[in-house]
């Protein structure tokens, strides 16, 4: 009888491992399932994600220069110095001054004489500037030139990259001098006399007034106070 009871209860404890080792299973593989239909977006964000990683990833490695930088500063160069420029051209003074600048003339591969050739070679024969197409056709020579053993491409991105993000260098340029002999010399309230007469309450010149004695020819008194008064009485009467 004994042996028997113990027999069932041995039987007993194998199916109750059996069912838990079942269920168990069969909550993880409902757990997988269940996230995979229940979180389909989730899928798509994380395969776009690594998508746009390894994209950029990529681009990093390839180190490309994008054009469109590089006409940013083509623009910042061509209307240096001219307040009537729109960007679109450069003139040979302001290509010769990006060169210096962006160190593409080294003075020993490329020189001020190569550039000037460049430029000539590349612009239309009766005009005295160039577009950015124009440009990069001489970038494109230039850099051959600076990169000497390099192929093409390569020469032409390394070239690229000494311009991207540069603007003119105001190398040269008068600066305000600080200094409080400056400041008196230049504050025209301390003035006297007729300079004082030569700018008004806020400092700024008066041009020829201030040099002239202009006649007035307003019809007016030099002391009478009420000028256009009576313009102003018309008006509120009509």
Do not use: W
């Not at 998508?51 to 160069?77: I, N, P, Q, W, Y």
């Not at 020819?217 to 256009?228: D, L």
Request: hydrophobic letters at 35%.
């Amino acid at each position: 009888m004994s042996s028997f009871v113990l027999g069932c209860a041995l039987s007993s404890l194998c199916l109750a491992s059996l069912d838990t080792q079942t269920l168990t299973s069969g909550r993880e593989e409902d757990r997988e399932t269940h996230t995979h239909i229940q979180h389909p977006f989730n899928s798509s964000l994380a395969s776009v994600s690594r998508t746009v990683h390894l994209t950029v990833r990529m681009a990093e490695c390839s180190g490309e220069v994008s054009l469109a930088d590089v006409e940013t500063a083509f623009c910042k160069f061509a209307v240096h110095g001219d307040t009537k420029a729109t960007g679109k051209e450069m003139n040979g003074k302001n290509f010769v001054k990006l060169c210096k600048d962006c160190k593409v003339i080294d003075g020993k591969s490329v020189t001020s004489t190569d550039v000037d050739i460049i430029f000539s070679k590349v612009k239309v024969k009766s005009a005295r500037a160039i577009t950015f197409e124009q440009f990069t056709q001489a970038m494109a020579e230039l850099a051959t030139k600076r990169f000497k053993g390099k192929s093409q491409e390569e020469a032409v991105q390394l070239l690229y990259r000494l311009i991207v993000g540069k603007e003119p260098a105001n190398v040269g340029v008068t600066k305000v001098a600080k200094a409080p002999a400056v400041d008196r010399l230049t504050d025209t309230n301390k003035y006297t006399g007729s300079h004082k007469e030569r700018f008004d309450v806020s400092g700024k010149g008066k041009g020829r007034a201030g040099r002239e004695d202009i006649p007035d020819t307003s019809g007016y008194v030099s002391a009478y106070k009420g000028q256009g008064s009576y313009e102003s009485k018309v008006k509120e009467d009509e």
